[in-house]
């Protein structure tokens, strides 16, 4: 599984990177991006917790 955040939409709330810092980390324009380019199978769970945590629906499987 691969996770991409769309920056247009992200409004760097964080819910991500608290839920699955494994994945996701902020970039340099202080907005959450994908770490990784293919999610663990040790964290898909929390993956996609994240996904569904969006508040603006920006990550969304590639």
């Given at each position: 599984?691969?996770?991409?955040?769309?920056?247009?939409?992200?409004?760097?709330?964080?819910?991500?990177i608290d839920?699955?810092?494994?994945?996701?980390d902020w970039?340099?324009?202080?907005?959450?991006?994908?770490?990784?380019?293919?999610?663990?199978?040790?964290?898909?769970?929390?993956?996609?917790?994240?996904?569904?945590?969006?508040?603006?629906?920006?990550i969304s499987?590639?």
């Open positions: 599984m691969r996770l991409i955040v769309d920056q247009e939409l992200c409004i760097s709330c964080g819910a991500c839920v699955c810092p494994e994945v996701f970039n340099e324009d202080d907005k959450a991006h994908s770490i990784v380019d293919e999610v663990p199978v040790a964290v898909e769970d929390q993956a996609n917790e994240a996904l569904e945590s969006c508040p603006t629906d920006a499987e590639d």
